[in-house]
């Protein structure tokens, strides 16, 4: 029996990836597409009489709080994208030029910051870095001045950059790695060496690579709204969202005129990084890879490589250890370290703060499922089978990438606020399990591309040799194509779980009470009271810890699922 | 392996299914003997309350929703409809006074008696009976003890000690806009000193801000974990921290007022009755009690507490100074209230580093002035203060309730187009104040070349 | 373009080089005379792109002396050493144009633009694709990139010419066209080239000498014919075309080998050796032929024959040997049937011994 292509809307061999799709599409449109369009329209209405009009837009460029937010936003997205490219740069510099005995610690480096969400580490870092905090109460206690680490912006940058390099070090890293050994070769033989070599050869080659990690780290800071609030700034834009929908209302307009801003604006950093890659994807029309030819290191440079690199694990590991200290610190104030330590802050951690961790498990571990899901779904259905239209599918998801949690918060309260769940007397808005399906919108996008990842690796003739043996396509994805994609779509589980379980920005805005709460949540709620900082603390070390976990056994699981892959001889 | 891992997916799953079983059906059970609570609270203080609460009534269960003053305002506008708070509990009045106009209050009669009608010169409960004051909160100025001392300030007892220039760069204070008992203390000092003189004080201490919170939490942090020195903040904020142990005191200066901190029924609640039971709680001396916990430190409305307080406790039914000074005018306060909130803004919050960098100039012209007396110099100075101090409206302006409904930022009428004009007013009133901060500054440091 | 008149020689002095502790050449002396056309020819694994990127100074350090023009080159780095390389992958740089990539070893060396535009031309011209150069290398065919790379390194006009295998990933058509070009490119710029190759084919049309590798050591240096006529050992008389090699001895006057296999031959060696015959040398007759002045004639039987189009080639089993014939096809001629006895003629003046 031979498996003919799509003949016809409803064929019966279409019909079940057909229903799935549609289902799917549902799904996003309700859940996605209407409240970010609900978002627009409101910005783009005016409020009284509910016609089409700009002048929301007018009044957010008339304020000069808004522009000064706007500019503000950009101002420290573009400034974190260049300080993390400072400590990214020698990093790749080191592993791919050289043999260096160092390059497991930047490996390392390349994971930690990642684990802990920057607004987890914030509020510590004001403690190690801020005016008064350890550092600057040595400098100026020994060397008579300080360093205005955390003044403002600064500390917003500050910590994002620690937070966000490692997207550029791997990217860049890649993109070394992946040069075909033989482009840096011809220009040497053509008498081309050092800086010149760099500049005309290596730079522009690796370029893709840099731009595509420098406008995730763009995006992603441009949009952040924990970090700025926990470290009270708010005259950029996602905390000026927030704090317009939350105290005026959610009829203001203003919060949606920005919410507006920020996904165009994400939109465009998106497509500049786009054009950037565009006709340049180099690896492909590179026949080799085999990276830069490597030298070893002389010991004066060893010795400043290994400086270099310890320096910057030293910072980079200061949230965790500042975190750390608050954990377990009984006063911390105006002193280099606190006055004493006690295990109390875990106790009341564990003795109270009980809910917020059922709660997390409860909903990451939801919000992962589904996206595995619909992950695999959109991946066998977009790759695999012909339905018209199913390239829609992937778009969609990918969208919710230029969605800042904040505003798919507020589009939720908007689109749900008058709705009520059935058998209950809550509104969708208020309820829990909408925090769950903004979890998982926000994640779909990573989930998914693991999924498709993973499916790619399952070359389509395992299918076809199931199908001329007699089976039917929906017992060839369940007996074959799922089983050999588990690796990866484990993995993308894991990760969608771990982020899910420290998201802030959406979260923040769904909360209604703190039954319902989040460990994210919880830690937020925490740093308002002057007592709370210590358990605080504890509980951002043990969101910390389940990040960490979820990390490392992803990792795990995907070296296991390369390895078996490995094995398998036909690979597409 | 793979066979492994379609195990583990399979686990997993009904793992997942099976919690979110739980989950539902539980929460299908908490229907009976609830109560749902709207509040500005700290956890520090409702975790207090919820837990003595349940213990002396088994059967209900307290749900407390935390929000912002007027988060929480917004929040039971919003969902009067389908309305399913049973209580507001929040510390400013005037946001009280909002849901009462709006009729989102209903009366309550408590069957606890004999509390007295005033805290300082504040009645201690709404006339009209919509809400229960069951504690008051004083103002005052908190700050850092190893701080103080590292940097060799003198402890600050009063406002006016606040526009010295040895503060400079050491106070934080959060904004009106921001914070409702912010707004508070800004209206006791325009209300105690008079509009003109009011704001210019407060322009002064302002020039020597080193930040604007954004709550006003942000500024008892900031003086706990040593961000800065001092603090203008609400008396329980400065008392509480220090019952925590952190290393920081607190005064109440001269003129302070003494504002309760309300608790209403909010209107068709669903848990009437628990709701009742709730307030008079809080108003028994068991409740009251509880006010003293080195955590919560608010000031008990029940004179008899204090007979149970630790030592050095405020008492502003013994100690006559405490918030006797100010007679605090509600209605006033109502009117203007976003007005203020805006002038403070703008002239203040948003123009911060030209403020501080004028102050600064005119404290450096002012000391060198005292080592070299200057008449002409002198003259420069008064003048540079007086143009901080200008202001772009007269208080007649601020109670004319036409132009004061111009900030009202919900609009009322479909004719309005009221967000367009108060960013036009606003837009207005930065001009001036940018230019007059300049000149200020230009003519502070002409007036120290000079010397 | 003028001709290369300041082309060098190449002169190779007790070689050795190895990765980590593995020795990858061995004792390479070779002396390469300037304008020749040299190929390197061996089997993969054999050390010829490792001599020849060693040439160019990549790779580890070796051993010996390397001298280009007289000069020594060993411990120069590549860049310094003004030896023309074309990769095996080309590597042209996907995110410049043609035209700069032709033009970046002349920037380099700082020659001035309007010079640089000339010289850029002239190059395209010769390998002909001056109408390309505005396009970048992923618009252009494998051919049109290997001459691009050509044109990109003549054009700097180096002392020598290395090339790394450049035909390999081209299709069959097209790289005979492309040694032909490549060779006469060479002869009109009269350019030292040395050419890296497995194809005996290539290195046989195109080459004026060659060297035959095997595991790192120089088997062998001559011209093809030499190469081919008088292999010095085993190894190059079985790499280079097809060759019957039987193992023997001498003994009183006559190669022995297993099975009664006995011809009587002159010669100084003696002990252990090689006997060889190349199969064109080899006839078949299915009548009765007897030794003459010309051939030794043995009887067989035939094994198995492979149809080549221009030659037959047949396996006849005589002896205990399996010795190949080639018979040359003509339209209409018989191939003879599996299992038919034959005699086979062994022409005498054909037959090589070699020392084992």
Same mark, same amino acid.
């Given at each position: 029996?031979?498996?003919?292509?799509?003949?016809?809307?409803?064929?019966?061999?279409?019909?079940?990836?057909?229903?799935?799709?549609?289902?799917?599409?549902?799904?996003?449109?309700?859940?996605?597409?209407?409240?970010?369009?609900?978002?627009?329209?409101?910005?783009?209405?005016?409020?009284?009489?509910?016609?089409?009009?700009?002048?929301?837009?007018?009044?957010?460029?008339?304020?000069?709080?808004?522009?000064?937010?706007?500019?503000?936003?950009?101002?420290?997205?573009?400034?974190?994208?260049?300080?993390?490219?400072?400590?990214?740069?020698?990093?790749?510099?080191?592993?791919?030029?050289?043999?260096?005995?160092?390059?497991?610690?930047?490996?390392?480096?390349?994971?930690?910051?990642?684990?802990?969400?920057?607004?987890?580490?914030?509020? !510590?870092?004001?403690?190690?870095?801020?005016?008064?905090?350890?550092?600057?109460?040595?400098?100026?206690?020994?060397?008579?001045?300080?360093?205005?680490?955390?003044?403002?912006?600064?500390?917003?940058?500050?910590?994002?950059?620690?937070?966000?390099?490692?997207?550029?070090?791997?990217?860049?890293?890649?993109?070394?790695?992946?040069?075909?050994?033989?482009?840096?070769?011809?220009?040497?033989?053509?008498?081309?060496?050092?800086?010149?070599?760099?500049?005309?050869?290596?730079?522009?080659?690796?370029?893709?690579?840099?731009?595509?990690?420098?406008?995730?780290?763009?995006?992603?800071?441009?949009?952040?709204?924990?970090?700025?609030?926990?470290?009270?700034?708010?005259?950029?834009?996602?905390?000026?969202?927030?704090?317009?929908?939350?105290?005026?209302?959610?009829?203001?307009?203003?919060?949606?005129?920005?919410?507006?801003?920020?996904?165009?604006?994400?939109?465009?950093?998106?497509?500049?990084?786009?054009?950037?890659?565009?006709?340049?994807?180099?690896?492909?029309?590179?026949?080799?890879?085999?990276?830069?030819?490597?030298?070893?290191?002389?010991? !004066?440079?060893?010795?400043?490589?290994?400086?270099?690199?310890?320096?910057?694990?030293?910072?980079?590991?200061?949230?965790?250890?500042?975190?750390?200290?608050?954990?377990?610190?009984?006063?911390?104030?105006?002193?280099?370290?606190?006055?004493?330590?006690?295990?109390?802050?875990?106790?009341?951690?564990?003795?109270?703060?009980?809910?917020?961790?059922?709660?997390?498990?409860?909903?990451?571990?939801?919000?992962?499922?589904?996206?595995?899901?619909?992950?695999?779904?959109?991946?066998?259905?977009?790759?695999?089978?012909?339905?018209?239209?199913?390239?829609?599918?992937?778009?969609?998801?990918?969208?919710?990438?230029?969605?800042?949690?904040?505003?798919?918060?507020?589009?939720?309260?908007?689109?749900?606020?008058?709705?009520?769940?059935?058998?209950?007397?809550?509104?969708?808005?208020?309820?829990?399990?909408?925090?769950?399906?903004?979890?998982?919108?926000?994640?779909?996008?990573?989930?998914?591309?693991?999924?498709?990842?993973?499916?790619?690796?399952?070359?389509?003739?395992?299918?076809?040799?199931?199908?001329?043996?007699?089976?039917?396509?929906?017992?060839?994805?369940?007996?074959?194509?799922?089983?050999?994609?588990?690796?990866?779509?484990?993995?993308?589980?894991?990760?969608?779980?771990?982020?899910?379980?420290?998201?802030?920005? !959406?979260?923040?805005?769904?909360?209604?009470?703190?039954?319902?709460?989040?460990?994210?949540?919880?830690?937020?709620?925490?740093?308002?009271?002057?007592?709370?900082?210590?358990?605080?603390?504890?509980?951002?070390?043990?969101?910390?810890?389940?990040? !960490?976990?979820?990390?490392?056994?992803?990792?795990?699981?995907?070296?296991?699922?390369?390895?078996?892959?490995?094995?398998?001889?036909?690979?597409? | 392996?793979?066979?492994?891992?379609?195990?583990?997916?399979?686990?997993?799953?009904?793992?997942?299914?099976?919690?979110?079983?739980?989950?539902?059906?539980?929460?299908?059970?908490?229907?009976?003997?609830?109560?749902?609570?709207?509040?500005?609270?700290?956890?520090?203080?409702?975790?207090?309350?919820?837990?003595?609460?349940?213990?002396?009534?088994?059967?209900?269960?307290?749900?407390?929703?935390?929000?912002?003053?007027?988060?929480?305002?917004?929040?039971?506008?919003?969902?009067?409809?389908?309305?399913?708070?049973?209580?507001?509990?929040?510390?400013?009045?005037?946001?009280?006074?909002?849901?009462?106009?709006?009729?989102?209050?209903?009366?309550?009669?408590?069957? /606890?008696?004999?509390?007295?009608?005033?805290?300082?010169?504040?009645?201690?409960?709404?006339?009209?009976?919509?809400?229960?004051?069951?504690?008051?909160?004083?103002?005052?100025?908190?700050?850092?003890?190893?701080?103080?001392?590292?940097?060799?300030?003198?402890?600050?007892?009063?406002?006016?000690?606040?526009?010295?220039?040895?503060?400079?760069?050491?106070?934080?204070?959060?904004?009106?806009?921001?914070?409702?008992?912010?707004?508070?203390?800004?209206?006791?000092?325009?209300?105690?000193?008079?509009?003109?003189?009011?704001?210019?004080?407060?322009?002064?201490?302002?020039?020597?801000?080193?930040?604007?919170?954004?709550?006003?939490?942000?500024?008892?942090?900031?003086?706990?974990?040593?961000?800065?020195?001092?603090?203008? /903040?609400?008396?329980?904020?400065?008392?509480?921290?220090?019952?925590?142990?952190?290393?920081?005191?607190?005064?109440?200066?001269?003129?302070?007022?003494?504002?309760?901190?309300?608790?209403?029924?909010?209107?068709?609640?669903?848990?009437?009755?628990?709701?009742?039971?709730?307030?008079?709680?809080?108003?028994?001396?068991?409740?009251?009690?509880?006010?003293?916990?080195?955590?919560?430190?608010?000031?008990?409305?029940?004179?008899?507490?204090?007979?149970?307080?630790?030592?050095?406790?405020?008492?502003?039914?013994?100690?006559?100074?405490?918030?006797?000074?100010?007679?605090?005018?509600?209605?006033?306060?109502?009117?203007?209230?976003?007005?203020?909130?805006?002038?403070?803004?703008?002239?203040?919050?948003?123009?911060?580093?030209?403020?501080?960098?004028?102050?600064?100039?005119?404290?450096?012209?002012?000391?060198?002035?005292?080592?070299?007396?200057?008449?002409?110099?002198?003259?420069?100075?008064?003048?540079?203060?007086?143009?901080?101090?200008?202001?772009?409206?007269?208080?007649?302006?601020?109670?004319?309730?036409?132009?004061?409904?111009?900030?009202?930022?919900?609009?009322?009428?479909?004719?309005?187009?009221?967000?367009?004009?108060?960013?036009?007013?606003?837009?207005?009133?930065?001009?001036?104040?940018?230019?007059?901060?300049?000149?200020?500054?230009?003519?502070?440091?002409?007036?120290?070349?000079?010397? | 373009?003028?001709?290369?008149?300041?082309?060098?020689?190449?002169?190779?002095?007790?070689?050795?080089?190895?990765?980590?502790?593995?020795?990858?050449?061995?004792?390479?002396?070779?002396?390469?005379?300037?304008?020749?056309?040299?190929?390197?020819?061996?089997?993969?694994?054999?050390?010829?792109?490792?001599?020849?990127?060693?040439?160019?100074?990549?790779?580890?350090?070796?051993?010996?002396?390397?001298?280009?023009?007289?000069?020594?080159?060993?411990?120069?780095?590549?860049?310094?050493?003004?030896?023309?390389?074309?990769?095996?992958?080309?590597?042209?740089?996907?995110?410049?144009?043609?035209?700069?990539?032709?033009?970046?070893?002349?920037?380099?060396?700082?020659?001035?633009?309007?010079?640089?535009?000339?010289?850029?031309?002239?190059?395209?011209?010769?390998?002909?694709?001056?109408?390309?150069?505005?396009?970048?290398?992923?618009?252009?065919?494998?051919?049109?990139?290997?001459?691009?790379?050509?044109?990109?390194?003549?054009?700097?006009?180096?002392?020598?010419?290395?090339?790394?295998?450049?035909?390999?990933?081209?299709?069959?058509?097209?790289?005979?066209?492309?040694?032909?070009?490549?060779?006469?490119?060479?002869?009109?710029?009269?350019?030292?080239?040395?050419?890296?190759?497995?194809?005996?084919?290539?290195?046989?049309?195109?080459?004026?000498?060659?060297?035959?590798?095997?595991?790192?050591?120089?088997?062998?240096?001559?011209?093809?014919?030499?190469?081919?006529?008088?292999?010095?050992?085993?190894?190059?008389?079985?790499?280079?075309?097809?060759?019957?090699?039987?193992?023997?001895?001498?003994?009183?006057?006559?190669?022995?080998?297993?099975?009664?296999?006995?011809?009587?031959?002159?010669?100084?060696?003696?002990?252990?050796?090689?006997?060889?015959?190349?199969?064109?040398?080899?006839?078949?007759?299915?009548?009765?032929?007897?030794?003459?002045?010309?051939?030794?004639?043995?009887?067989?039987?035939?094994?198995?024959?492979?149809?080549?189009?221009?030659?037959?080639?047949?396996?006849?089993?005589?002896?205990?040997?399996?010795?190949?014939?080639?018979?040359?096809?003509?339209?209409?001629?018989?191939?003879?049937?599996?299992?038919?006895?034959?005699?086979?003629?062994?022409?005498?003046?054909?037959?090589?011994?070699?020392?084992?």
């Amino acid at each position: 029996m031979t498996v003919k292509a799509s003949s016809g809307f409803l064929s019966r061999s279409n019909f079940g990836p057909k229903a799935l799709a549609i289902l799917i599409a549902l799904f996003l449109i309700m859940f996605l597409a209407v409240p970010v369009a609900k978002v627009f329209i409101v910005a783009f209405q005016d409020p009284s009489t509910g016609s089409f009009t700009l002048i929301n837009f007018v009044d957010f460029f008339k304020t000069s709080l808004f522009r000064e937010s706007f500019w503000n936003s950009f101002y420290v997205s573009s400034v974190s994208v260049v300080v993390a490219s400072i400590i990214a740069l020698p990093l790749a510099y080191f592993t791919s030029r050289f043999n260096f005995g160092g390059t497991v610690i930047i490996q390392t480096l390349g994971i930690v910051p990642l684990i802990m969400p920057p607004f987890v580490g914030a509020v !510590a870092m004001q403690l190690l870095f801020g005016s008064n905090g350890s550092v600057n109460l040595l400098l100026d206690e020994h060397l008579g001045f300080t360093i205005p680490f955390m003044e403002g912006l600064n500390g917003v940058i500050f910590v994002q950059s620690i937070h966000y390099f490692p997207f550029i070090l791997i990217n860049l890293s890649a993109a070394l790695a992946n040069i075909d050994r033989s482009m840096e070769e011809s220009a040497l033989s053509l008498g081309s060496n050092g800086m010149r070599l760099f500049r005309r050869i290596v730079f522009p080659l690796s370029m893709p690579g840099y731009v595509a990690g420098a406008s995730i780290v763009f995006i992603k800071v441009f949009d952040d709204l924990g970090t700025p609030l926990l470290l009270n700034v708010n005259n950029m834009l996602a905390p000026q969202a927030y704090l317009r929908i939350s105290s005026v209302g959610i009829s203001d307009p203003m919060g949606y005129v920005i919410s507006v801003i920020l996904v165009i604006f994400s939109l465009f950093a998106m497509w500049v990084a786009f054009l950037a890659l565009r006709g340049k994807d180099y690896a492909t029309t590179q026949k080799g890879g085999g990276g830069l030819m490597k030298r070893d290191m002389k010991p !004066a440079e060893k010795f400043i490589a290994y400086a270099i690199v310890l320096f910057i694990l030293a910072v980079v590991l200061s949230p965790h250890l500042a975190l750390g200290l608050l954990s377990f610190g009984t006063i911390w104030s105006y002193s280099v370290l606190p006055d004493a330590y006690t295990l109390e802050h875990y106790v009341e951690v564990f003795s109270s703060a009980g809910d917020f961790i059922k709660n997390t498990l409860l909903y990451a571990g939801m919000a992962a499922t589904i996206d595995v899901v619909i992950g695999t779904a959109i991946a066998y259905i977009v790759w695999r089978t012909k339905i018209k239209g199913r390239k829609i599918l992937d778009y969609l998801a990918m969208s919710a990438l230029a969605v800042p949690g904040v505003v798919l918060g507020i589009g939720y309260l908007r689109t749900f606020y008058q709705f009520d769940v059935p058998f209950k007397d809550i509104p969708l808005a208020n309820y829990w399990l909408i925090i769950v399906i903004a979890l998982a919108i926000r994640r779909l996008p990573y989930a998914m591309r693991a999924c498709v990842a993973a499916l790619q690796q399952v070359s389509v003739s395992l299918e076809e040799a199931s199908e001329s043996l007699g089976a039917r396509k929906m017992t060839t994805v369940k007996r074959i194509v799922i089983p050999l994609m588990t690796g990866g779509i484990l993995a993308g589980f894991v990760t969608s779980f771990a982020t899910a379980a420290v998201e802030l920005s !959406a979260t923040i805005m769904l909360v209604s009470s703190e039954a319902d709460a989040p460990i994210a949540y919880g830690i937020y709620v925490f740093m308002q009271s002057a007592a709370g900082r210590g358990p605080g603390a504890a509980l951002g070390i043990l969101a910390v810890v389940i990040v !960490a976990l979820g990390t490392y056994v992803s990792n795990r699981i995907i070296q296991k699922a390369n390895q078996k892959n490995a094995m398998s001889p036909d690979q597409h | 392996m793979a066979f492994q891992n379609k195990e583990v997916i399979k686990k997993l799953t009904t793992v997942v299914i099976g919690s979110t079983a739980l989950m539902l059906s539980l929460s299908v059970n908490a229907a009976d003997g609830q109560l749902t609570i709207v509040t500005s609270f700290p956890s520090d203080l409702t975790k207090v309350f919820k837990k003595a609460f349940e213990k002396d009534n088994p059967g209900i269960k307290l749900e407390i929703l935390k929000k912002k003053t007027t988060a929480g305002v917004k929040y039971i506008q919003e969902t009067s409809a389908k309305n399913r708070t049973d209580l507001f509990w929040a510390s400013a009045p005037d946001a009280f006074e909002v849901l009462k106009d709006d009729s989102l209050l209903q009366k309550y009669e408590s069957s /606890v008696k004999g509390l007295p009608d005033k805290v300082g010169a504040f009645p201690v409960n709404d006339p009209d009976g919509y809400y229960k004051g069951f504690a008051a909160a004083g103002y005052g100025i908190m700050w850092n003890e190893r701080y103080i001392k590292a940097k060799k300030l003198p402890a600050p007892a009063q406002w006016a000690d606040l526009t010295k220039a040895v503060y400079h760069n050491h106070v934080g204070m959060s904004a009106p806009s921001r914070s409702g008992t912010t707004h508070l203390t800004v209206e006791t000092l325009l209300q105690g000193k008079g509009w003109d003189e009011g704001w210019k004080m407060q322009k002064e201490i302002a020039g020597n801000f080193k930040t604007v919170t954004e709550r006003s939490f942000g500024v008892p942090d900031g003086v706990n974990s040593g961000n800065f020195g001092i603090g203008i /903040v609400i008396d329980f904020f400065g008392l509480s921290s220090k019952g925590s142990g952190f290393p920081v005191d607190f005064v109440y200066p001269t003129a302070t007022t003494l504002v309760p901190a309300n608790i209403a029924i909010v209107a068709n609640a669903p848990n009437k009755e628990n709701a009742g039971k709730f307030i008079d709680y809080l108003l028994e001396p068991n409740g009251q009690e509880l006010l003293l916990d080195p955590k919560i430190r608010r000031l008990p409305v029940n004179p008899a507490t204090y007979a149970k307080a630790p030592e050095g406790f405020p008492n502003p039914f013994k100690d006559s100074s405490i918030g006797a000074a100010v007679k605090f005018d509600l209605t006033k306060s109502k009117n203007r209230y976003n007005l203020v909130n805006s002038l403070f803004d703008v002239m203040i919050t948003y123009r911060l580093d030209d403020l501080r960098k004028a102050t600064k100039a005119i404290q450096d012209a002012e000391a060198a002035l005292a080592k070299k007396p200057n008449d002409d110099a002198a003259k420069l100075i008064a003048e540079a203060r007086a143009l901080i101090a200008k202001l772009p409206i007269a208080e007649a302006k601020s109670l004319d309730k036409e132009f004061a409904g111009i900030f009202k930022k919900k609009r009322k009428k479909a004719t309005d187009k009221v967000t367009g004009r108060q960013a036009e007013v606003e837009q207005e009133w930065d001009k001036f104040v940018v230019e007059n901060y300049a000149k200020a500054k230009e003519l502070a440091e002409k007036a120290q070349s000079m010397l | 373009m003028t001709q290369n008149k300041s082309t060098a020689g190449i002169s190779i002095k007790n070689l050795g080089l190895s990765f980590g502790t593995t020795e990858v050449l061995k004792g390479v002396n070779l002396e390469i005379e300037p304008g020749e056309f040299f190929s390197f020819l061996g089997p993969s694994g054999s050390g010829k792109s490792t001599l020849l990127r060693a040439i160019s100074g990549f790779g580890p350090d070796p051993t010996g002396s390397i001298k280009i023009g007289g000069e020594e080159v060993t411990g120069l780095p590549a860049w310094q050493r003004n030896v023309g390389m074309v990769f095996q992958s080309y590597a042209l740089w996907p995110h410049m144009t043609i035209r700069k990539n032709v033009a970046f070893g002349l920037e380099e060396r700082k020659v001035s633009s309007t010079e640089i535009d000339g010289r850029v031309d002239d190059a395209l011209d010769l390998v002909g694709l001056k109408h390309l150069a505005d396009r970048t290398p992923g618009q252009l065919s494998g051919g049109q990139q290997q001459r691009i790379a050509l044109a990109r390194t003549i054009v700097v006009e180096p002392r020598v010419l290395l090339l790394d295998e450049p035909l390999s990933n081209l299709d069959a058509n097209l790289r005979v066209q492309m040694r032909r070009d490549i060779l006469a490119l060479q002869r009109e710029l009269g350019l030292t080239t040395i050419f890296v190759t497995h194809d005996q084919e290539e290195a046989n049309t195109i080459s004026d000498r060659m060297a035959v590798l095997d595991k790192g050591i120089i088997q062998q240096i001559g011209t093809p014919v030499e190469l081919y006529d008088q292999p010095q050992n085993r190894f190059v008389a079985s790499f280079l075309g097809t060759a019957n090699i039987i193992e023997g001895s001498i003994t009183e006057g006559h190669f022995v080998a297993e099975k009664d296999f006995k011809i009587p031959v002159k010669t100084d060696l003696t002990g252990n050796i090689y006997l060889v015959i190349r199969p064109q040398s080899v006839t078949i007759s299915e009548t009765e032929v007897t030794e003459n002045n010309r051939s030794y004639s043995l009887k067989g039987n035939i094994e198995y024959s492979e149809f080549l189009g221009e030659t037959v080639r047949y396996s006849v089993l005589s002896n205990g040997h399996s010795i190949l014939a080639d018979e040359s096809h003509l339209r209409g001629n018989k191939i003879v049937a599996n299992g038919q006895d034959v005699w086979i003629e062994i022409e005498k003046d054909q037959i090589l011994l070699l020392d084992r």
